[in-house]
Structures are given as structure tokens and as C-alpha cells.
């Protein structure tokens, strides 16, 4: 294909042309790559790296992700024989005072790592891939769609798909009710996804 100097072979040869485009956006510690097993049966898909992730350079460390790793377990999925990654691989945010404000990724920035997030795809093969939120979602499908109109299974090209919401959208619900009903409903997605997966 066109866009590449080199063809990716390898996850590795990916991640390699990843680092060396660097962020669209300046201020990012690093590249935060996808995470877990190279054939991995099932791969999730966020938004950006967050703050923890981008100093770590790992994907969900942070709390967002500290609740998914939770609600994974608790739904029968191992963290760890998943792929994790993002739409978009920098994080890129507002400074107030100390504190590094993630802002959300422009249409624009999602496009620009697609063909990346495609081909990361193409070389784990996953069994399904779970949209984690509308930036995924966007990313997958190339569309913006709301997440309340395709929660569920989905079809992402040739890939068996599965929308859910993101995790950070739980940890910012204003009560405790309305925080626990929600998580309820993603670990029910979650339950899902596992049995799609079997
Ligand atoms: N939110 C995301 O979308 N991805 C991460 O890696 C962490 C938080």
C-alpha cells in the first residue's frame, strides 16, 4: 500500500513507525502502543492514552483503566490474554496548574492513526474487537455514531465487533446509583464479550 515506506511485518515493525511519526500534537511523554499477547483472541479499543499512561507508556493504568481491568475480571476476562490499545496512540492535553487535562481527540486526529489501528488489527487477527466509547467507535467504523444507538454486537469490517461504553464515562457519573447501574450494564457487555470470545 501507498502509505507505507515499509510494510509493517510485525507488531513491532508497527510500533517502530509509530515512535518515529511522533505526536500530531505536541507535549506527549511517548507513544503509548497496544498491549497484550500478539494473537490475542480479543482486543479492546479506547480512546487516547491518559496522563498514567502516557508517563508509564502503557495503555489503562490510570483510573479509567483500573476500573476496566476490574470489571474484565470480574466478567471471567484475563487482562492479560486480551490486546488492548487506542484509536489514537499520544495523549495530548490542557495544562491547569500542575494538573494535565486529557482533551479529546479532533475527527481529524482520529483518521490520522486509523490506517495504524487497522493494520495493528490485521496482524493480531483477533476473534472480536470491542469499540471502548465513540472515539473507537470512529475509529473502527469511520463513521460517528452514538454509543446508546449500536451498544452490542457489531461488524467492524472482518472483524466480529462489540460497542460499549467507555470506562472513563462511569467514573464521571454524577451519583452513586446511577454509577453502579451503569457499571452493572458494562459488566454485562463485558459477560458478552467473554462469551462471543469462547
Ligand atoms: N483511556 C483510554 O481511552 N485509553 C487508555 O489507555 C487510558 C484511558
Redesign the pocket.
Known sequence: EAMWDQEPKSLEDLNAIIAKAGPLVLGATQA?FGEGPAHAEIVFV?????DQ?DLQGR??V?P??KLLTKAMKEAGIDREQAYLT?AVKHFKFEQRGHRRIHSKPTAGEVKHYRPWLMKELELVKPKLVVA?GATALLALTGKATPITRSRGRARFGPYEGYVTV?P?YLLRLPDEATKREAYEAFLNDLRRVHDLAK
Open positions: 503509548v479506547g480512546e487516547q492514552p491518559g499512561e495503555p489503562f490510570g479509567a483503566g487506542n471502548l467507555h472513563s
